[in-house]
T-cell receptor, first 113, second 114 residues
Framework: RKEVEQDPGPFNVPEGATVAFNCTYSNSASQSFFWYRQDCRKEPKLLMSVYSSGNEDGRFTAQLNRASQYISLLIRDSKLSDSATYLCVVNPGPNTGGFKTIFGAGTRLFVKA | DAGVTQSPTHLIKTRGQHVTLRCSPISGHKSVSWYQQVLGQGPQFIFQYYEKEERGRGNFPDRFSARQFPNYSSELNVNALLLGDSALYLC?????????????FGPGTRLTVL
């Protein structure tokens, strides 16, 4: 089982649609969680951190379910500019190998007019 | 303010050669992490350095090594290049250890091994 798994995608949605991505992680001791966005041939950029209480930033809502070990990202009122790859990121915390950050494989989103 | 910078932007090498990639973090950031991203995959963690010490290592062979300098810049070295090392190499900086801190990525170095 992969340490971090995401919906394979791609997701093709019309403008204005609501779309949700899920991500599961295997290490129950994981400490911090993020969603990053990556445009084609560009570097990843932080979209939002994910907190246990859930958090919202405009049209974007992220939630964490520690019991089921998954995080989610909801995008409301999709825009053409939301087309990108969304990466789920998990930090397991220090372990015998030190710190490391684990990225999911990413989910491609295409928003069409 | 300058973001994370990486050099070179593109590089072409042949099998068996050695390569050095460079990264300068955001001013004030003390941690640098290196990632390898193969087309169609998410970035794979290689190393994290904080205050010039290695603090984390991913599942990469010993051909991969890195170091961090007193000014917090970093180098990633790859020896005995293989075709499979062709990828985008990303550097990320953060204020502290990248456990809970936001990581800011540089534009990457695209390495092609022929």
């Amino acid at each position: 089982r992969k340490e971090v798994e995401q919906d394979p995608g791609p997701f093709n949605v019309p403008e204005g649609a609501t779309v949700a991505f899920n991500c599961t992680y295997s290490n129950s001791a994981s400490q911090s969680f993020f969603w990053y966005r990556q445009d084609c041939r560009k570097e990843p950029k932080l979209l939002m951190s994910v907190y246990s209480s859930g958090n919202e930033d405009g049209r974007f809502t992220a939630q964490l379910n520690r019991a089921s070990q998954y995080i989610s990202l909801l995008i409301r009122d999709s825009k053409l500019s939301d087309s990108a790859t969304y990466l789920c990121v998990v930090n397991p915390g220090p372990n015998t190998g030190g710190f490391k950050t684990i990225f999911g494989a990413g989910t491609r989103l295409f928003v069409k007019a | 303010d300058a973001g994370v910078t990486q050099s070179p932007t593109h590089l072409i090498k042949t099998r068996g050669q050695h390569v050095t990639l460079r990264c300068s973090p955001i001013s004030g950031h003390k941690s640098v992490s290196w990632y390898q991203q193969v087309l169609g995959q998410g970035p794979q963690f290689i190393f994290q350095y904080y205050e010039k010490e290695e603090r984390g290592r991913g599942n990469f062979p010993d051909r991969f090594s890195a170091r961090q300098f007193p000014n917090y810049s970093s180098e990633l070295n790859v020896n005995a290049l293989l075709l499979g090392d062709s990828a985008l190499y990303l550097c990320a900086s953060s204020l502290g250890l990248a456990g809970g801190d936001t990581q800011y990525f540089g534009p990457g170095t695209r390495l092609t091994v022929l």
